[in-house]
């Protein structure tokens, strides 16, 4: 099946330093990738949409210099956490649409990464 | 904007129990209606979903009705297994399919006790 995973699982970090999570497709590839939040006992709230090859789409509220997203392949998408602070510490999913086969246009989502700043 | 209201955790069941977790939408147009499943340590997993008015999702003895008139796509399962245990959420997205981000309930987290 289609396996989509993140790394690291979990970070912790220092106030204003610059945190990277990537999101991998293991077998499939995927020009769409989406980024998710998750506060805890709250939904998932998407943040952005990251295309391949051009830039990402960001939902109302989320700062784009703040959360850089690089899609540079078909199986990798990157969120930087740019200048973190404590309440920027969260759970964030990532998902990956597939573009063909049984599954077209179904979402597979990461395991994600808890972030935590101190 | 879109909103997905689901009953929230947790919900507690013995094993053979019949399950309903209750879910209610609101959004413009026809969205797309899905349920996903998050075992522990794992990710969210397609459960089920249902395109149009009237569609019956169904998988591994789950079913979920789409309701236009009710705004609603209630899961359910007429007789639970240890091995249900796990969050579930409900989720909508653009009609069409998944092709768009989602947006979800809460998510329900559901104890199933031998």
């Known amino acids: 099946g289609a396996v989509v995973s993140q790394h690291p699982s979990w970070v912790i970090c220092k106030s204003g330093t610059s945190v990277k999570i990537e999101c991998r497709s293991l077998d499939f590839q995927a020009t769409t990738m989406f980024w998710y939040r998750q506060f805890p006992k709250q939904s998932l709230m998407l943040m952005a949409t990251?295309?391949?090859?051009?830039?990402?789409?960001?939902e109302q509220g989320v700062e784009k210099d703040k959360f850089l997203i690089n899609h540079a392949s078909l199986t990798l998408s990157t969120l930087t956490v740019t200048s973190a602070h404590p309440e920027d510490s969260s759970f964030y999913i990532c998902?990956?649409?597939?573009?063909?086969?049984?599954?077209?246009?179904?979402?597979?989502f990461g395991p994600g990464t808890r972030l935590t700043v101190l | 904007g879109n909103s997905v209201t689901q009953m929230e955790g947790p919900v507690t069941l013995s094993e053979e129990a019949f399950l309903t977790i209750n879910c209610t939408y609101t959004?413009?147009?026809?969205?797309?209606l899905f349920w996903y499943v998050q075992y522990p340590g794992e990710g969210l997993q397609l459960l089920l979903k249902a395109t149009k008015a009237d569609d019956k999702g169904s998988n591994k003895g789950f079913e979920a009705t789409y309701r236009k008139e009710t705004t609603s796509f209630h899961l359910e399962k007429g007789s639970v297994q240890v091995s249900d245990s796990a969050v579930y959420f409900c989720?909508?997205?653009?009609?069409?399919?998944?092709?768009?981000?989602?947006?979800f309930g809460k998510g329900t987290h559901l104890i199933i006790q031998p």
């Open positions: 989720a909508l997205g653009s009609s069409g399919g998944g092709a768009d981000g989602l947006t």
């Open positions: 959004a413009t147009g026809y969205p797309s």
């Open positions: 990251s295309n391949e090859g051009s830039k990402a789409t960001y």
């Open positions: 998902s990956a649409r597939a573009l063909a086969g049984e599954a077209y246009n179904e979402q597979f």
